[in-house]
């Protein structure tokens, strides 16, 4: 059964950092592309980053571009998200996703329940 | 404001056959396929149809998707009362380095 739990949410004051994590099972991670993607309260789904299966590619969304690192440990099946710079609008819940595709259509196929990081002061 | 717009809100009564659309542009719908995802509250998203209408193992044959141009349509057949929920489409958008959108999702309401 592929899982995949979130964790390192809470409360952060602006300006702080928060580190998340995402711990997979159920499937070959090494193989896997992963995403971050977050939700405010009561609002719609944001992609905010993008790594490939061995880690050499990156990609953000404009809103976390400089603030946000993504990385991952393959050997400990771990995803990474280390959120620097906090502002009141991160606040939401980080989700991570695994990336597959279908002849070259991607989609995002198995979610992580979430972690919500509070920024508040 | 979402890059996809999505109806905020749509509703049926049991057993009616519903729609949700979804308008992009040439950069994301027009250039790339469109997935779905339900999210009940409280719990994260699920896959629900991904490039343009296939349906994950799982997933009822009542919802149906396609795309045409640059827009996109989920459509649910016999409405059932379990269905309601939010629905999100999203597409991968070409501009510049590229990255994932979404619609501002629709609450689907069953009366």
């Known amino acids: 059964e592929v899982q995949l739990v979130e964790s390192g949410g809470g409360l952060v004051q602006p300006g702080g950092s928060l580190r998340l994590s995402c711990a997979v099972s159920?499937?070959?991670?090494?193989?896997?592309?992963m995403d971050w993607v977050r939700q405010a309260p009561g609002k719609g789904l944001e992609w905010i980053s993008y790594?490939?299966?061995?880690?050499?590619?990156?990609n953000y969304a404009d809103s976390v571009k400089g603030r946000f690192t993504i990385s991952r440990d393959n050997a400990k099946n771990s995803l990474y998200l280390q959120m620097n710079s906090l502002r009141a609008e991160d606040t939401a819940t980080y989700y991570c996703?695994?990336?597959?595709?279908?002849?070259?259509?991607?989609?995002?196929?198995?979610w992580g329940q979430g972690t919500l990081v509070t920024v508040s002061s | 404001q979402s890059v996809l717009t999505q109806p905020p809100s749509a509703s049926g009564t049991p057993g009616q056959r519903v729609t949700i659309s979804c308008s992009g542009s040439?950069?994301?719908?027009?250039?790339?396929?469109v997935n779905w995802y339900q999210q009940y509250p409280g719990t994260a998203p699920k896959l629900l149809i991904y490039?343009?209408?296939q349906r994950p193992s799982g997933v009822p044959g009542r919802f149906s998707g396609s795309k045409s141009g640059t827009s996109a349509s989920l459509a649910i057949s016999g409405l059932q009362s379990e269905d309601e929920a939010d629905y999100y489409c999203?597409?991968?958008?070409?501009?510049?380095?590229?990255?994932?959108?979404f619609g501002g999702g629709t609450k689907l309401t069953v009366l």
């Open positions: 996703a695994t990336e597959d595709d279908f002849g070259e259509m991607w989609f995002f196929q198995h």
């Open positions: 159920g499937f070959t991670f090494s193989s896997s592309q």
């Open positions: 999203a597409a991968w958008d070409d501009t510049l380095t590229g990255y994932w959108v």
């Open positions: 790594i490939s299966a061995s880690g050499t590619h990156v």
């Open positions: 040439r950069s994301n719908i027009g250039s790339n396929s």
């Open positions: 490039a343009n209408d």
